[in-house]
């Protein structure tokens, strides 16, 4: 979510995510680079919840390793099954009524782009 908001793209230098993990703290060959993104020519590429379930990158839905997780494991059971669907797997591992996964779901709402949809529903509601 950092990546999202500094950057406002998928798709960024790798020394300036470099640049952005070291100030937080993280390690982004370890920690994040294989889970959350690839690394390609001088580049970092994030993926979204279809790429990273297509690669086994998620990590628990409980999101007992980010919340990410739980969000992306929500996301990707959204898109490839129902809201219903999603909403079961959340509370099957516990977080649905996490005030974490709340506040993770609040960041990523703020600072990824809104898609084509709901740019439309904004514009007719």
């Known amino acids: 979510m950092l990546a999202w908001d500094a950057f406002q793209a998928p798709?960024?230098?790798?020394?300036?995510a470099l640049r952005l993990a070291?100030?937080?703290?993280v390690d982004l060959d370890k920690e994040i680079v294989g889970?959350?993104?690839q690394k390609k020519a001088s580049n970092l590429i994030l993926w979204d919840?279809?790429?990273?379930a297509a690669k086994s990158a998620l990590g628990s839905a409980d999101?007992?390793?980010g919340m990410i997780d739980a969000l992306h494991h929500a996301a990707h059971q959204a898109r490839t099954r129902?809201?219903?669907?999603a909403r079961e797997l959340?509370?099957?591992?516990e977080v649905l009524d996490d005030p974490n996964l709340r506040t993770a779901m609040q960041a990523v709402l703020e600072v990824l782009p809104v898609g084509p949809r709901l740019q439309r529903r904004r514009a007719t509601g």
Do not use: H, I, K, N
């Not at 070291?22 to 703290?25: C, N, P, S, W």
């Open 63 to 65: 999101g007992s390793r």
């Open 49 to 52: 919840s279809a790429q990273r």
């Open 22 to 25: 070291r100030a937080v703290g």
């Open 35 to 37: 889970s959350l993104c």
């Open 82 to 85: 129902t809201l219903e669907a």
């Open 11 to 16: 798709v960024f230098p790798y020394d300036e």
């Open 90 to 93: 959340l509370q099957r591992a």
